[in-house]
C-alpha cells in the first residue's frame, strides 16, 4: 500500500503538464451523522474501491449498499465529535485481507483496529469485526499514518500519554509488534519531553534538510530525524520555528510547492479559526534553513483579496486533481467542530475547496493557489481524502462531517 509520505517528496524533476478544467459529481452516501473521518480501500476484495465512514464501509462502484463493521451508534449533532474521528486502512496481520485502524476523541476513546474477516463475513447485516486494542489514546488534533522510520510499514504520529493530568508528554509514534500484530502497540518517543498539549494542532511528515529521511514538522519547528544507525533511543534535532502564532492547524502538509527541489510547507493557521498558507523554504549562504510565508487565505475581510473566505480548515491533504503533475491542496469548512454557537462562523457555508497549484515565477515565492469550490453544502471534519475510487485515475474527493458523508468525483474537462 502506498503511503502519502511517499508522495510528499516531489521534487523539481517532475515536469508538469497543461492543466485541465475541473467539476465535481457529489455523490452523497448518507445524510447521518455517524463520523468526523473518512477514508477508502477495497475491503471485499472485488478489485473496486469502497469507502469506509464511521461504523460502516460503503461497497463500491455505487456506494450505495452500506455494511456494519462495529456497533452503529446514532450520534447528536449539536454535541461533541464521534468516536470516528479517523480511519486508516492497513493489512495488520498480513492475511490479504484490508483491516481499519480507528481512532476517536482525544480524551474519550480507545483506538483499536477490526479485523477484517473476509467478504462473506463483512457483508452480512450483523457483521462485527474482531476488535484488537492499540492505545488507551492517542493525543493530538491530526494524529497521521505514515511510514516515518523508512520501514516500509505505518505508524501512528502522536503524543505520548494516557490522560489529561500527563503534563509533561513526548512527540513520536505508536507501532505494533509486528509479529504479534494483535498486542498493543508501544510507543516510540522522538523529541524532547515538554508540556505538549493532548489538543495539539498542526503536525506533518516530510523530508524537510533533503537527506531522504522523513522529519517531524509541528507548529512550533521542525524535527530532524537522524542517520540509520544511530543509537536507540537517540531524540531528533529541533529546528525552531513558528508556523502559527494563533491556535496551530492540521495536517501539515510538506512538498515542494514551488518547484526548486526544496520541500515547502502548507498548513492552515487555525484550525477553528482562519487562515490558509504555504511556507518558502529557504536557505541562508550558511545552509541554515528557515521559512517565509505565502498566504492562500485569510479572514472574511479578506475574501476579496483571496478569492475566497472560510473558517475552521480542519483537514487538508493533497492530489494532482488538475492533471499538470503538481499536488493541489484540499480542504473545507469544519462543521460544527464545538457545536452550532461554537469556534467562528459556525452557520457559514459548509463548503470545501481545492486550492490549484500553478508555478508562476511572478508570484511571491514562485507559486500562487487558485482557490475552485468542490461544494457548498457538505463541508468536513477531521479527514479529508482524496484517492480514484472509480478507476479513472483521477482523485476524487472523499469527506465526513456533521451533514453526512460525501465523495466528489472528479471530472477533468
Same mark, same amino acid.
Given at each position: 500500500?502506498?503511503?502519502?509520505?511517499?508522495?510528499?517528496?516531489?521534487?523539481?524533476?517532475?515536469?508538469?503538464?497543461?492543466?485541465?478544467?475541473?467539476?465535481?459529481?457529489?455523490?452523497?452516501?448518507?445524510?447521518?451523522?455517524?463520523?468526523?473521518?473518512?477514508?477508502?480501500?477495497?475491503?471485499?476484495?472485488?478489485?473496486?474501491?469502497?469507502?469506509?465512514?464511521?461504523?460502516?464501509?460503503?461497497?463500491?462502484?455505487?456506494?450505495?449498499?452500506?455494511?456494519?463493521?462495529?456497533?452503529?451508534?446514532?450520534?447528536?449533532?449539536?454535541?461533541?465529535?464521534?468516536?470516528?474521528?479517523?480511519?486508516?486502512?492497513?493489512?495488520?496481520?498480513?492475511?490479504?485481507?484490508?483491516?481499519?485502524?480507528?481512532?476517536?476523541?482525544?480524551?474519550?476513546?480507545?483506538?483499536?483496529?477490526?479485523?477484517?474477516?473476509?467478504?462473506?463475513?463483512?457483508?452480512?447485516?450483523?457483521?462485527?469485526?474482531?476488535?484488537?486494542?492499540?492505545?488507551?489514546?492517542?493525543?493530538?488534533?491530526?494524529?497521521?499514518?505514515?511510514?516515518?522510520?523508512?520501514?516500509?510499514?505505518?505508524?501512528?504520529?502522536?503524543?505520548?500519554?494516557?490522560?489529561?493530568?500527563?503534563?509533561?508528554?513526548?512527540?513520536?509514534?505508536?507501532?505494533?509488534?509486528?509479529?504479534?500484530?494483535?498486542?498493543?502497540?508501544?510507543?516510540?518517543?522522538?523529541?524532547?519531553?515538554?508540556?505538549?498539549?493532548?489538543?495539539?494542532?498542526?503536525?506533518?511528515?516530510?523530508?524537510?534538510?533533503?537527506?531522504?529521511?522523513?522529519?517531524?514538522?509541528?507548529?512550533?519547528?521542525?524535527?530532524?530525524?537522524?542517520?540509520?544507525?544511530?543509537?536507540?533511543?537517540?531524540?531528533?534535532?529541533?529546528?525552531?520555528?513558528?508556523?502559527?502564532?494563533?491556535?496551530? *492547524?492540521? %495536517?501539515?502538509?510538506?512538498? @515542494? =510547492? &514551488? #518547484? !526548486?527541489?526544496?520541500? $515547502?510547507?502548507? +498548513? /492552515?493557521?487555525?484550525?477553528?479559526?482562519?487562515?490558509?498558507?504555504?511556507?518558502?523554504?529557504?536557505?541562508?549562504?550558511?545552509?541554515?534553513?528557515?521559512?517565509?510565508?505565502?498566504?492562500?487565505?485569510?479572514?472574511?475581510?479578506?475574501?476579496?483579496?483571496?478569492?475566497?473566505?472560510?473558517?475552521?480548515?480542519?483537514?487538508?491533504?493533497?492530489?494532482?486533481?488538475?492533471?499538470?503533475?503538481?499536488?493541489?491542496?484540499?480542504?473545507?469548512?469544519?462543521?460544527?467542530?464545538?457545536?452550532?454557537?461554537?469556534?467562528?462562523?459556525?452557520?457559514?457555508?459548509?463548503?470545501?475547496?481545492?486550492?490549484?497549484?500553478?508555478?508562476?515565477?511572478?508570484?511571491?515565492?514562485?507559486?500562487?493557489?487558485?482557490?475552485?469550490?468542490?461544494?457548498?453544502?457538505?463541508?468536513? *471534519?477531521? %479527514?479529508?481524502?482524496?484517492? @480514484? =475510487? &472509480? #478507476? !479513472?485515475?483521477?482523485? $476524487?474527493?472523499? +469527506? /465526513?462531517?456533521?451533514?453526512?458523508?460525501?465523495?466528489?468525483?472528479?471530472?477533468?474537462?
Amino acid at each position: 500500500m502506498k503511503l502519502l509520505s511517499a508522495f510528499l517528496l516531489g521534487s523539481a524533476a517532475v515536469l508538469s503538464a497543461a492543466p485541465r478544467e475541473l467539476a465535481f459529481q457529489k455523490l452523497t452516501l448518507t445524510g447521518e451523522y455517524w463520523c468526523d473521518g473518512v477514508n477508502t480501500a477495497d475491503i471485499d476484495g472485488d478489485g473496486r474501491m469502497d469507502v469506509i465512514a464511521g461504523p460502516f464501509w460503503y461497497a463500491g462502484p455505487d456506494f450505495k449498499t452500506r455494511h456494519p463493521f462495529y456497533d452503529p451508534v446514532p450520534q447528536v449533532l449539536e454535541k461533541n465529535p464521534t468516536n470516528s474521528m479517523f480511519t486508516f486502512p492497513y493489512d495488520f496481520n498480513g492475511d490479504g485481507r484490508v483491516d481499519l485502524l480507528v481512532l476517536g476523541r482525544v480524551l474519550f476513546h480507545e483506538a483499536f483496529w477490526y479485523e477484517n474477516p473476509g467478504a462473506a463475513e463483512a457483508k452480512k447485516p450483523d457483521a462485527r469485526w474482531k476488535k484488537h486494542f492499540v492505545s488507551r489514546r492517542v493525543f493530538g488534533e491530526s494524529p497521521l499514518f505514515e511510514d516515518v522510520d523508512g520501514d516500509g510499514r505505518p505508524e501512528i504520529v502522536s503524543i505520548s500519554g494516557e490522560t489529561a493530568n500527563d503534563k509533561i508528554k513526548q512527540w513520536g509514534w505508536y507501532r505494533p509488534d509486528w509479529a504479534h500484530p494483535a498486542k498493543p502497540w508501544t510507543f516510540v518517543p522522538v523529541t524532547e519531553k515538554g508540556e505538549f498539549n493532548h489538543y495539539y494542532h498542526g503536525e506533518g511528515i516530510g523530508d524537510i534538510n533533503g537527506d531522504g529521511r522523513a522529519d517531524l514538522v509541528l507548529n512550533e519547528g521542525w524535527w530532524e530525524q537522524p542517520a540509520k544507525g544511530a543509537p536507540a533511543g537517540t531524540l531528533w534535532k529541533k529546528h525552531p520555528f513558528v508556523f502559527s502564532t494563533d491556535r496551530g *492547524g492540521a %495536517q501539515m502538509l510538506i512538498y @515542494d =510547492v &514551488n #518547484g !526548486d527541489g526544496r520541500n $515547502d510547507v502548507v +498548513t /492552515a493557521k487555525n484550525a477553528h479559526g482562519w487562515g490558509l498558507s504555504w511556507f518558502e523554504h529557504r536557505r541562508d549562504a550558511a545552509g541554515a534553513i528557515t521559512f517565509v510565508e505565502h498566504r492562500m487565505m485569510g479572514t472574511r475581510e479578506e475574501e476579496k483579496q483571496f478569492g475566497v473566505a472560510f473558517s475552521q480548515p480542519h483537514a487538508l491533504t493533497l492530489a494532482d486533481l488538475d492533471g499538470d503533475t503538481l499536488p493541489d491542496v484540499v480542504t473545507g469548512k469544519r462543521r460544527w467542530a464545538h457545536g452550532p454557537t461554537g469556534d467562528v462562523e459556525p452557520m457559514a457555508t459548509p463548503v470545501n475547496y481545492a486550492f490549484v497549484l500553478r508555478r508562476d515565477r511572478s508570484a511571491p515565492g514562485g507559486a500562487k493557489f487558485l482557490p475552485k469550490l468542490i461544494d457548498d453544502a457538505s463541508g468536513l *471534519g477531521t %479527514q479529508v481524502v482524496a484517492a @480514484d =475510487v &472509480n #478507476g !479513472d485515475r483521477v482523485p $476524487d474527493v472523499l +469527506t /465526513a462531517s456533521k451533514l453526512g458523508t460525501f465523495v466528489f468525483l472528479t471530472q477533468r474537462k
